[in-house]
C-alpha cells in the first residue's frame, strides 16, 4: 500500500480533533462567564429570544409530549423520544430504531445495518437528518442515540418530503439549543468477542454566547462525538454444485476472517441569531470524519470439483472518508400567521483508500497480486424552503421548493501483478466524473374541518438527473444519462371518534417511487475473487427506470385515560418497474449480475402496536411498563413464478415485546426486550432464490440514575448471540445449479454508558 496513506490519516484526524477542541474550549470558558442569579442584566430577554428556538426545533418532546404530537397530527407518525432512544444503552442509532413498529435492522443481530421499514430494504426507505438527505457515505451506525433528541418515522409520504420514500420515511433530529446552560459529557463503550470500542461524546449548549450585545441574541449547542469500534467478525461459506441430473459436481468451504479498526468523529454545532417575534438566523455546520484499517483472511478447501482460482487470499485495505456541510437556515413570520423558511447548504466530501489483495495457490505460492487505489471528490449546494400563506380560517396552506446539485469526480487504479498463466493480469485506470441534479416544488394544505376532522391534500413534482462522463475507456465504462420525473399527490385524513378523541381513524393515499442510485446505474463491473453463480460479478445496468408506487393506508388508534395506546394500521402498495437483481452466465465464462426493472409487484401488511402499565389493570399489580407491537407483510412479484415470489429483503413479520420496571424506593430502573425478525425463502429472479434465518434479539439493561445530572447504564445485548444464516441458490437447465450458504456467527455484547453534567 501507499505509506503516504498511513501517516496522511491519523495526521487529518488530528488535525480536525485539535481544531475541534478549540473551538469547543473556547464555548466552554464563554459559557462560565454566565452572571450570579439576580444579576440585572439581559436574562429577560435572552428567555424570550430563545422561545423561537424551542419551537423550530421542538426539542423539549418527552414521554407524553411525543404521544400528544402523534395524536394531534393529521400526518400517520411515530415520534420517539430521546428517553425511549437512551434507555436500552444502545452505542448506534439504529440499533435503537429496531424496536420501532415496523422497522427493522438489515444484518446479523447486534452489529445494526440498513435501517428498514415495513421488512423493505434496498433503499424504500428514506433516511434523513434534521429534514435532509444523509451525507453521501455517512455511516448511520456512528450516530450515538446519546446526539439525538428524537426521531419522526412516517408511515405515508407528504409533499414536504421527498417522496422517494415507497416503504415510509424516518427523520433523526439532533439536539439543539435549550433555554438554559448545558455542559455534559458521556463515556462508554462495547465489548463484544474481547474486543472493547470506546466511545466519548460531549454536548454544550446555552441560550447565551455572552449577556451583553448582539451576542446576547446568538444561542448555541454543539455535539460532539469520537468512537473507536474494534470488530473480529468470521464467516464460513459452504457451496454446493448439482448438475442437472442430480449429481454433486461441487463441494467447497471458504472461511473468511476479518478484523476491523474504525475511528469515527463527528460534530454537530448550531449557532441561532434570534431577532425577535421569531425571526432567527441558523447556522448549522457539520463535519463527519472516517477512518478504517481492515484486514482480510481467506482459506478455501474443495471436496471435489473444479478448485477456486485461489486457494487462499489475504487482502487489507486503508481508507478515510471526510464530509463537512454548513447550512444557513432563515425564519421570517409576516403577516398574520404567515411565514418563510429557507435553507441554503453547502457540503464536500472526500474519500480516499487504497486495497490490496494477494492470491495463494494450496502451496501458498502467489499466483497474483491486486492493487486498488480509489480516489473520490464530491461537493455540492442545496436549497429548500416553505412560506406559509395565510388564508381563510381553518386552513394552514403552503408551498416551497427543493433545489440540489452535486458534483464527483473519481479516480481508479488497478494495477495487477502475474506469477501465473492461471491467474491473468488486467490493468485498468479510470477517471470518472458525475452530476446529479435535483428539483422539487410542492404545495400543501392541512385543513381542520371541525373539531374532529381534519385533512391534509398535497401534491410534489421531482426530477432527479444523473449524467457521468469518462475519461476512461469507453467501452468498459460508456457515458450515460439517467432521468426520473415523478409527480406524487399525497392525500391524508384524521378522524376522531367521541367528545375525548380517545379513537381516532386514520386514512392516507400518497404516491411514491424509488429512483436508482449510480452505483445501480454504472456500467462499471466489480470483480469478484473467486467467481461463481453465487458470487459472481457485479455491473449496473444506466437504462433502468424509476419503481413508481400507489400506497394506501388505514389505521385505528385508542388512547386509554391511563396513557399509553393500541393501534392498528393496513398498508398497501402497488409498485410498477420494480428493481431486481439478475444472475447471468456472460459469454467470457463469468458470472455477472446486474439489476433490471421486472414488472409489478403489490406488498400488503398489518402493523400493531399495544403500550400499557399494568397498573391500569389493577392498582395492586407492579407498576410495570409493557410494550409490544407485532407486524406481518406479504408482497408478490408479478413476473416471477411462486411460491415465495416475494419483494426482496422483505421479512415476513416483525415483533417485540419489552418492559421496563423501577425498582420502588430506588432510583434503578430495569428492563428488557425481545426482537424478532423472521426469515424464509425468497425467489428474486426465475433462476434465483435466497434464504434468511430467523433473527433474534434479547437485549437487557439496568440504569441508575444518581442524581438529576448524572446516569450510568449497563446494557447486555445479543443475549441468544444466535448465527445467522443466508443461502443463495442459483439455477440453468444447462448446468444445474449452485447453492452457497453463509454462517456468520455472533456474540453477547455488553454496553457501559456513564453521561454526566459539570
Given at each position: 500500500m501507499h505509506s503516504n496513506f498511513h501517516h496522511a490519516a491519523p495526521i487529518a484526524l488530528r488535525t480536525t480533533l485539535a481544531a475541534a477542541a478549540a473551538l469547543i474550549g473556547t464555548l466552554s470558558f464563554a459559557q462560565t462567564s454566565t452572571p450570579p442569579a439576580g444579576t440585572p442584566t439581559a436574562a429577560q430577554p435572552a428567555a424570550s429570544a430563545s422561545a423561537p428556538v424551542q419551537q423550530q426545533q421542538r426539542i423539549d418532546v418527552r414521554g407524553a409530549n411525543s404521544e400528544s404530537e402523534r395524536r394531534q397530527s393529521t400526518a400517520t407518525r411515530i415520534v420517539v423520544n430521546r428517553e425511549e432512544l437512551l434507555k436500552q444503552g444502545d452505542t448506534s442509532i439504529s440499533e435503537a430504531l429496531k424496536r420501532v413498529p415496523g422497522v427493522s435492522i438489515g444484518g446479523p443481530p447486534g452489529r445494526g445495518g440498513q435501517i428498514q421499514m415495513r421488512g423493505l430494504g434496498g433503499g424504500m426507505t428514506r433516511i434523513m437528518l434534521n429534514g435532509e438527505p444523509l451525507p453521501r457515505g455517512f455511516d448511520l451506525d456512528s450516530l450515538s442515540p446519546e446526539v439525538v433528541e428524537r426521531v419522526e418515522v412516517f408511515r405515508a409520504a407528504t409533499a414536504e418530503q421527498s417522496s422517494q420514500a415507497v416503504a415510509g420515511a424516518i427523520n433523526i433530529v439532533t439536539r439543539g439549543p435549550v433555554s438554559r446552560d448545558v455542559r455534559e459529557y458521556t463515556v462508554g463503550g462495547a465489548l463484544e468477542a474481547g474486543r472493547f470500542s470506546p466511545q466519548i461524546g460531549l454536548r454544550l449548549s446555552s441560550p447565551q454566547i455572552a449577556t451583553t450585545g448582539i451576542w446576547a441574541s446568538v444561542s448555541y449547542s454543539i455535539n460532539a462525538q469520537i468512537t473507536g469500534n474494534r470488530f473480529y467478525r468470521p464467516v464460513t461459506t459452504n457451496e454446493q454444485g448439482v448438475n442437472t441430473q442430480g449429481a454433486t459436481t461441487l463441494s467447497r468451504s471458504t472461511f473468511r476472517q476479518n478484523f476491523e479498526h474504525q475511528d469515527l468523529l463527528n460534530i454537530a454545532p448550531r449557532f441561532q441569531w434570534n431577532m425577535g417575534r421569531g425571526e432567527f438566523l441558523a447556522v448549522e455546520p457539520f463535519l463527519f470524519s472516517q477512518r478504517n484499517l481492515q484486514t482480510n483472511l481467506e482459506r478455501a478447501s474443495s471436496k471435489l470439483g473444479i478448485p477456486p482460482t485461489f486457494a487462499s487470499a489475504d487482502s487489507s485495505s486503508n481508507f478515510g472518508f471526510d464530509a463537512m456541510r454548513l447550512n444557513l437556515q432563515y425564519n421570517r413570520p409576516f403577516g398574520d400567521g404567515g411565514k418563510l423558511e429557507a435553507n441554503f447548504g453547502v457540503n464536500d466530501n472526500h474519500f480516499r483508500g487504497n486495497f490490496f489483495t494477494a492470491g495463494f495457490d494450496p502451496a501458498r505460492t502467489t499466483l497474483l497480486t491486486r492493487q486498488y487505489d480509489i480516489d473520490v471528490k464530491s461537493s455540492g449546494l442545496t436549497s429548500r424552503g416553505k412560506v406559509t400563506i395565510p388564508t381563510v380560517e381553518a386552513h394552514d396552506l403552503s408551498a416551497g421548493w427543493e433545489v440540489g446539485l452535486q458534483r464527483q469526480a473519481e479516480t481508479r487504479s488497478r494495477k495487477e501483478t502475474s506469477f501465473s498463466p492461471l491467474a491473468p493480469a488486467t490493468n485498468l485506470d479510470e477517471d470518472y466524473s458525475a452530476r446529479i441534479r435535483q428539483l422539487a416544488a410542492y404545495a400543501q394544505d392541512e385543513w381542520k374541518i371541525n373539531k374532529a376532522w381534519s385533512l391534509y391534500s398535497g401534491a410534489r413534482w421531482e426530477s432527479v438527473v444523473i449524467e457521468t462522463l469518462t475519461n476512461g475507456n469507453p467501452a468498459l465504462n460508456p457515458s450515460y444519462r439517467n432521468a426520473s420525473h415523478v409527480l406524487s399527490p399525497s392525500l391524508q385524513s384524521l378522524y376522531k371518534l367521541g367528545d375525548k378523541g380517545r379513537d381516532q381513524i386514520r386514512v392516507a393515499l400518497s404516491r411514491t417511487y424509488r429512483a436508482p442510485?449510480?452505483?445501480?446505474?454504472?456500467?462499471?463491473?466489480?470483480?469478484?475473487?473467486?467467481?461463481?453463480?453465487?458470487?459472481?460479478?457485479?455491473?449496473?445496468?444506466?437504462?433502468?427506470?424509476?419503481?413508481?408506487?400507489?400506497?394506501?393506508?388505514?389505521?385505528?388508534?385508542?388512547?386509554?385515560?391511563?396513557?399509553?395506546?393500541?393501534?392498528?394500521?393496513?398498508?398497501?402498495?402497488?409498485?410498477?418497474?420494480?428493481?431486481?437483481?439478475?444472475?447471468?452466465?456472460?459469454?467470457?465464462?463469468?458470472?455477472?449480475?446486474?439489476?433490471?426493472?421486472?414488472?409489478?409487484?403489490?406488498?400488503?401488511?398489518?402493523?400493531?402496536?399495544?403500550?400499557?402499565?399494568?397498573?391500569?389493570?389493577?392498582?395492586?399489580?407492579?407498576?410495570?411498563?409493557?410494550?409490544?407491537?407485532?407486524?406481518?407483510?406479504?408482497?408478490?412479484?408479478?413476473?416471477?413464478?411462486?411460491?415465495?415470489?416475494?419483494?426482496?429483503?422483505?421479512?415476513?413479520?416483525?415483533?417485540?415485546?419489552?418492559?421496563?420496571?423501577?425498582?420502588?424506593?430506588?432510583p434503578l430502573q430495569i428492563g428488557g426486550n425481545l426482537n424478532v425478525t423472521t426469515g424464509g425463502e425468497v425467489r428474486t429472479a426465475n433462476n434465483q432464490t435466497v434464504y434468511s434465518s430467523v433473527r433474534r434479539g434479547l437485549d437487557f439493561y439496568a440504569q441508575m440514575r444518581f442524581d438529576r445530572t448524572t446516569t450510568a447504564r449497563i446494557a447486555w445485548a445479543n443475549v441468544l448471540h444466535q448465527d445467522s444464516i443466508n443461502i443463495t441458490n442459483v439455477f440453468d437447465p444447462s448446468f444445474g445449479s449452485s447453492a452457497a450458504t453463509t454462517v456468520t456467527p455472533t456474540k453477547p455484547i455488553v454496553r457501559l454508558t456513564y453521561s454526566s453534567r459539570f
Open positions: 442510485n449510480q452505483f445501480q446505474l454504472s456500467p462499471r463491473k466489480f470483480v469478484s475473487t473467486n467467481n461463481s453463480a453465487t458470487s459472481a460479478d457485479q455491473q449496473g445496468n444506466p437504462n433502468l427506470k424509476p419503481e413508481l408506487a400507489w400506497g394506501l393506508d388505514m389505521g385505528y388508534e385508542h388512547y386509554p385515560a391511563g396513557g399509553g395506546i393500541v393501534s392498528a394500521n393496513l398498508f398497501v402498495r402497488d409498485i410498477d418497474d420494480v428493481f431486481r437483481n439478475f444472475v447471468s452466465l456472460q459469454p467470457d465464462g463469468r458470472w455477472l449480475r446486474q439489476p433490471i426493472n421486472n414488472g409489478k409487484a403489490r406488498t400488503v401488511g398489518i402493523e400493531t402496536e399495544w403500550k400499557f402499565n399494568l397498573q391500569q389493570f389493577d392498582k395492586e399489580w407492579p407498576k410495570l411498563d409493557v410494550r409490544t407491537n407485532l407486524s406481518v407483510y406479504n408482497s408478490k412479484v408479478n413476473n416471477i413464478p411462486g411460491p415465495n415470489n416475494r419483494l426482496e429483503q422483505q421479512a415476513p413479520a416483525l415483533m417485540n415485546l419489552g418492559a421496563d420496571y423501577t425498582i420502588p424506593g430506588m
